[in-house]
């Protein structure tokens, strides 16, 4: 099974690619996105696109995971 990893960390990753591209333009133009869309992204104010994923190699998961308030017992 793959490391699930959050959006902070997607962030992380973004950060350090734009970082080898030089700056957001190189990488927002290789991967075929807007510079402006890319900052928004790495500020936190826009969430990552599939394409941008993409570019990182990464996809969106989704999953399940116990609700601790809920008193329900497995099984």
């Given at each position: 099974?793959?490391?699930?990893?959050?959006?902070?960390?997607?962030?992380?990753?973004?950060?350090?690619?734009v970082e080898t591209?030089?700056?957001?333009?190189?990488?927002?133009?290789?991967a075929g996105l807007?510079?402006?869309?890319?900052?928004?992204?790495?500020?936190?104010?826009?969430?990552?696109?599939?394409?941008?994923?993409a570019a990182l190699?990464?996809?969106?998961?989704?999953?399940?995971?116990?609700?601790?308030?809920?008193?329900?017992?497995?099984?």
């Amino acid at each position: 099974m793959s490391e699930v990893i959050n959006v902070e960390a997607v962030r992380t990753v973004l950060r350090a690619a734009v970082e080898t591209a030089s700056s957001q333009q190189p990488f927002a133009q290789r991967a075929g996105l807007g510079q402006q869309f890319v900052s928004e992204v790495l500020r936190g104010t826009r969430p990552p696109s599939p394409r941008l994923l993409a570019a990182l190699g990464l996809v969106r998961v989704t999953g399940y995971a116990p609700d601790p308030a809920s008193r329900a017992r497995p099984g």
